[in-house]
């Protein structure tokens, strides 16, 4: 027997974890039970597992990392429960080799032709659901570009959060932390008042400033399907994800001055150590521009 459905409640309950985090946690260890098909677990069948998703399965580092996090918090809950006599981790460490992966990010004239489809788009809509819908796409997608938020943090944007006298929103980030930004591009602020205007008519059913034609919330899905829509038809990179536009915001503002400390929280990372990565990436630019523009190089 399994204690899945009590362990995620406990961890709900008392960890406040967001709901991917929860679904990722059952998912790994619904996953480990499966395939090992007993009662009574040993550290052997630990073991061959994690050789099961390196060898065959052929995941990651990082996502075989993930799992014996789940799992490891899954048997603590039974020893911490007395639903086991014996806890397979005790005594089993893992080591994994540290895998340092630069962050990916477009280049600024790809992030203008990107901004440019999705407005002439609107130039050519006819019907009053194309201008509703490219309306919503283009504070969407300026939203996204000009404060490096993650999509599902921009799903759950409601309409309480903002402020456009202010010129404020209210990011809810990872660990249910919340962080204040500032719009003050005039551009951005300017398409989501546009879209706010036209979001009334609509017949929204729920409080998030992002929602599709039927009023719900837009999902992180669908914001996806977007970004692909405008990546397709403005021949960017073709490997891009929305991802890539919070990592060209994160590195731009440190290659143009800005502190870590202040990236690290206008970004909403726990831990600067995650912020610092970018700082990789700035100085490489940096090292591109006075290869190639310094004028001493020259004389």
């Known amino acids: 027997m399994n ?10 309950i008392t960890k406040n974890l967001q709901e991917q985090t ?13 395939y090992i098909n007993k009662d009574k677990i040993e550290q052997i069948d630990i073991l061959n597992y994690i050789n099961y998703l390196f060898d065959e399965k052929k995941l990651k580092d990082r996502s075989i990392k993930r799992k014996i996090i789940s799992l490891k918090i899954y048997f603590n809950f039974l020893e911490d429960n007395s639903l086991i006599n014996t806890n397979p981790f005790t005594k089993l460490k893992f080591k994994f080799k540290q895998e340092k992966k630069l962050p990916k990010t477009l280049q600024k004239n790809e992030v203008k032709k990107l901004l440019e489809t999705v407005y002439d ?26 404060t490096g938020i993650r999509i599902q943090e921009a799903s759950s944007i409601t ?12 990011i809810h980030g990872k660990g249910r932390k919340e962080r204040q930004l500032f719009i003050l591009n005039k551009y951005v602020l300017s398409s989501l008042k546009n879209w706010l205007t036209i979001r009334k008519t609509s017949s929204p059913k729920c409080n998030n400033i992002f929602i599709n034609k039927y009023g719900n919330p837009l999902s992180i899905h669908s914001i996806e399907n977007i970004f692909r829509k405008y990546k397709t038809l403005s021949n960017i990179n073709i490997k891009a994800t929305p991802h890539y536009l919070r990592h060209t915001f994160a590195t731009n503002l440190l290659t143009n001055g800005a502190d870590l400390r202040s990236v690290q929280e206008i970004l909403g990372h726990s831990s600067i150590s995650t912020t610092q990565i970018y700082l990789e990436i700035s100085s490489n630019r940096k090292k591109q521009v006075l290869q190639k523009y310094n004028y001493r190089n020259n004389l």
């Open 121 to 146: 788009e609107l130039n050519s809509s006819i019907t009053p659901y194309k201008k509703f819908e490219t309306i919503r796409n283009i504070s969407l997608l300026e939203i996204l570009i000009s």
């Open 159 to 170: 309409l309480n959060d903002i402020s456009l006298q202010e010129k404020t929103i209210i």
């Open 22 to 34: 929860l679904k990722a946690y059952s998912s790994d260890i619904t996953n480990f039970l499966n």
């Open 3 to 12: 204690y899945i459905n009590q362990l995620i409640t406990q961890l709900k």
